[in-house]
């Protein structure tokens, strides 16, 4: 009933400013996205690339689940008011069967400017036609305080270590200043699931869904468990790494690059950027990728067309890297200007991405509203195996039967790196 209630309005919203908006529909352009969402970020983006735009773009923001209604509501009302749309891979996938107009004209020009294949091919979401460009990227990276560096294991290489160096390497630290100074995005509003689903669970089981409570799962919990004993217990409480780091609660951080940025740009001489730890399957890592679409019946396609033009220009991929802390999706020389922490967010990345066990893992696709339950079932598993010390196996027999419950109530398939399923996602 809320969900009819929400659609009902937002199509009253959509028809309502239709036809306060219908004679200037061919000379303005629609823009909703679900990313720039905070206010800060919405101005710089509007002052510094829109406006440099071809044509006037009008830029408004929303909510994961309220875009989805919005688009969908003005899909069954067949009055379109939207043109371009701006959102995360796993938030434009809902879209593809009924709101979508592909893009398939736009893929040379993608690729002449620079956009890798991969990358590509994933704004296909598993259709033939491609469904959106590549837009913009993050992804999460470690930092850490260069003095933390001479307790590193002396057979250690910073960007290609292990689970079992970093825990070595906190312990180290330990031993020698009595200080736990790993610290993760553990609090309340920290991106913590993001670490077990992108990071931790794919380098130990090649997995996210299907080798939950797998034994090879088992043994990550366990080994886990041994480096939470080196971490900053006020992890906890820590939603934002750059605060921490800030601090000096921890020297060592595992965060979103726009959650370790402030600490970098304040002092980008104390530290070094380095991907996340490897384990038996290869080196996790969850690319943060948003693409632009265009809506069916758009009623300004040539408008949106030279707006993502605009958008996937080398200028305006660099000016949104110095300024908003997204990373282009293209080849692109970054400014000599370019702030020093900005420098080492990018070089942290890259050398992510670069990795030769580098193992791709995908935001969750196809949970529609179920997303925050899904993320629970993952820190719910955390807090009873390492904080209450519950027992591994039994703790993962049950949470992976609320697991369960979310694949088989939204019916949602594998995603990368679990296999593909032609069902919802089956645990092991």
Known sequence: MKRHIVATALLALATSWGSITGARAQSDTLFLSTQL????????????????????????VEEPAAFTVRVEAETKAGKRTVSLLGALHGEIQPLVATSLDPVDDLVAAARAAGIPDNLITLGKLGTEKQQYIPWMQATYVMAAKKEALQYLPA????????????????????????????????????????????????????????TFKSAEAEAMWAEFKA??????????????????????DVMIAFDHVAR???????????YVTFPAPAGPKGRGYMPVVAGLAIAKDAPNRPGAVATINHLLSAKTQTTVAAN???????????????????????????????????????????????????????????????????????????????????????KAPCWSPDKASSGPCPIQ
């Not at 370790?260 to 104390?270: E, M, T, V, Y």
């Not at 702030?339 to 030769?356: H, M, N, R, S």
């Open 324 to 410: 908003l802390g997204f990373f282009p999706v293209m080849k692109a020389d970054l400014p000599p200007d370019l702030p020093g922490g900005i420098k080492l967010l990018v070089e942290g990345v890259a050398k992510t991405q670069g990795a030769k066990d580098a193992l791709v893992s995908l935001l969750p696709i196809g949970l529609g509203a179920k997303g925050g339950e899904f993320n629970k079932v993952y820190m719910d598993t955390f807090q009873r195996i390492v904080l209450r010390n519950e027992d591994i196996k039994t703790a993962l027999a049950a949470q992976a039967n609320a697991l369960k419950a979310i694949i088989e109530d939204t």
């Open 227 to 248: 480096l939470w004993a080196h971490v900053n217990p006020g992890s906890t409480n820590y939603d934002f790494m750059q605060e921490a780091l800030l601090a000096g």
């Open 260 to 270: 370790l940025k402030d600490a970098l740009i304040a002092a980008p001489n104390d």
């Open 37 to 60: 969402r905070p206010v800060d970020e919405t101005t710089l983006f509007r002052s510094l690339v829109l406006n440099a735009a071809p044509q006037k773009v009008t830029y408004a």
């Open 155 to 210: 057979s250690a290489d910073l960007n290609a270590l292990t689970y079992a160096q970093l825990r070595e390497w906190a312990a180290n630290i330990q031993a020698k200043t009595g200080k736990r100074a790993l610290g993760f995005p553990a609090g309340p509003k920290g991106l913590m699931p993001r670490f077990f689903q992108g990071y931790l669970y794919p380098s130990f089981t090649g997995g996210v869904v299907s």
